[in-house]
C-alpha cells in the first residue's frame, strides 16, 4: 500500500521569495511516480511537476522544483519568485508504473502569496 | 482540444434521492478515472474505467455506488439513495493509456446533500 504525508496544512510566503513544501511517502512498489498537483481556488487539478522514481535528477518545470530524496522517501517541493497566483492547496501524489493507475494524494498544503 | 469535461458542476440532492455525474475524456482519452475529495482532504481514487470495462473499482464504496463508461458516450458516477456524507466533490480524470502521470482532471461536481 501507498501512503502519502505533507506535514504543513498551511504556509505563507511572501511575493517573490522563495517556499518549499514537503511531502514524505511510503510505497512498497519498485517503480513509481511522484507528482505535486497544484488545486486554486477554481478547484481543477493541475500537474505542477512529474518525477520518475528511477530518475535521480530533480525534476524542474520553471520556477518550480523539487528535491527528490528516495533513500529517506521524501519530494519536497520548491517555488521560487513566488507569484500571487501560486496561491492554492498543493497536493503530494505517488502512483506505481505499470501496475495500479491509481494515485495515492496527500492531504494537500494551503499555500498562501503575500504581496 | 477540449479538456475533461465533467457536469454538473454543482448539483444539489435530498437524502434518499438519486446523484448522476458525468464527465466526458479528452478527445482520443479511453481511460477515465473517478476520485473523490472530501473537505479538507485530498483525492481518495474511486474507480478507473476503460470503455465498457471497469479495471479497479477498488475506492468504491461496496453499495449505492456504481460507475459505467459506454462505448458512446460519457462516463457516468451513480449514487443512489444519496446521504450527507455523500457530500463532497467528485473529480473526473483521463488519460491516452495506461500510465500514471498522464491525468488530465475535470473541474470536478460539487455535490451537496440536504
Known amino acids: 500500500a501507498q501512503t502519502v504525508t505533507q506535514s504543513q496544512p498551511e504556509m505563507s510566503v511572501q511575493e517573490a521569495e522563495t517556499v518549499t513544501l514537503s511531502c514524505t511517502y511510503d510505497?512498497?512498489?519498485?517503480?513509481?511516480?511522484l507528482f505535486w498537483y497544484k488545486q486554486p481556488p477554481s478547484r481543477q487539478m493541475i500537474l505542477v511537476i512529474r518525477?520518475?522514481?528511477?530518475?535521480?535528477q530533480n525534476a524542474t518545470e520553471n520556477r518550480f522544483s523539487v528535491n527528490f530524496q528516495k533513500a529517506a522517501k521524501s519530494f519536497s517541493l520548491k517555488i521560487s519568485d513566488s507569484q500571487l497566483g501560486d496561491t492554492a492547496m498543493y497536493f503530494c501524489a505517488s502512483g506505481a508504473q505499470g501496475g495500479s493507475e491509481k494515485l495515492v494524494f496527500g492531504k494537500g498544503t494551503k499555500l498562501t502569496v503575500n504581496p | 482540444n477540449a479538456g475533461v469535461m465533467q457536469n454538473p458542476r454543482h448539483l444539489v440532492r435530498r437524502r434518499g434521492q438519486e446523484a448522476r455525474l458525468r464527465c466526458s475524456p479528452m478527445?482520443?482519452?479511453?481511460?477515465v478515472y473517478w476520485y473523490r475529495q472530501l473537505p479538507e482532504e485530498g483525492l481518495k481514487f474511486m474507480v478507473y474505467?476503460?470503455?465498457?470495462?471497469?479495471?479497479?473499482e477498488s475506492g468504491m464504496p461496496k453499495e449505492r455506488f456504481s460507475a459505467e463508461f459506454p462505448k458512446e458516450g460519457p462516463s457516468i458516477l451513480r449514487i443512489q439513495q444519496v446521504v450527507r456524507g455523500d457530500s463532497a466533490a467528485y473529480f473526473c480524470a483521463s488519460s491516452e493509456r495506461r500510465s500514471p502521470g498522464e491525468l488530465f482532471f475535470g473541474e470536478g461536481s460539487r455535490l451537496t446533500v440536504l
Open positions: 474505467l476503460q470503455k465498457e470495462n471497469i479495471i479497479d
Open positions: 518525477q520518475e522514481a528511477y530518475k535521480q
Open positions: 478527445k482520443g482519452h479511453s481511460h
Open positions: 510505497t512498497s512498489e519498485n517503480n513509481y511516480y
